[in-house]
């Protein structure tokens, strides 16, 4: 069930800033900045060949990622995201062989309008693991 690599996670403190010399020294496809409140970041996309880059800022006083940026002040590596094919049928395979689900389990709908879910990074080697719909 496990597809492709969708995109790795970098946060940070101010996510355009981050994403510019993605555009200028490599010359990717660096998209625009979008709110995601219901996530409490801002999100800016770097297109490459074969997945993506996806920069993330807090947003809003409660921001999950906001500890995060406070403790890694130039911005770090914050999750990974694969492909699914069906995210139900993942998260209960996952949860029968004894992964942790983040929140209370039902899929929110992510930054490219597809269901995901976060996997306790405990279970996973230490990375906070996003897997969304494909
Ligand atoms: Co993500």
């Known amino acids: 069930m496990l597809g492709r690599l969708n995109h790795v996670a970098i946060a940070v403190a101010d996510a355009e800033k981050a994403a510019r ?10 998209s625009g900045a979008v709110a995601l409140p219901e996530h409490g970041v801002i999100t800016v996309f ?11 800022q807090p947003l809003g006083e409660n921001s999950p990622i906001q500890k995060f940026v406070d403790r890694n002040a130039d911005g770090g590596i914050h999750h990974i995201c694969y492909e699914v094919p069906d995210i139900i049928a993942a998260r209960d395979q996952l949860i029968a062989e004894g992964a942790r689900v983040l929140g209370d389990g039902t899929p929110k709908i992510g930054a490219h309008g597809k269901p995901v879910l976060f996997l306790h990074p405990k279970d996973f080697s230490g990375a906070l693991v996003e897997i969304e719909e494909s």
């Open 46 to 56: 770097a297109t490459l060949p074969n997945t993506k880059i996806e920069f993330i």
């Open 21 to 30: 010399i993605y555009g200028t020294a490599f010359g990717a496809e660096i």
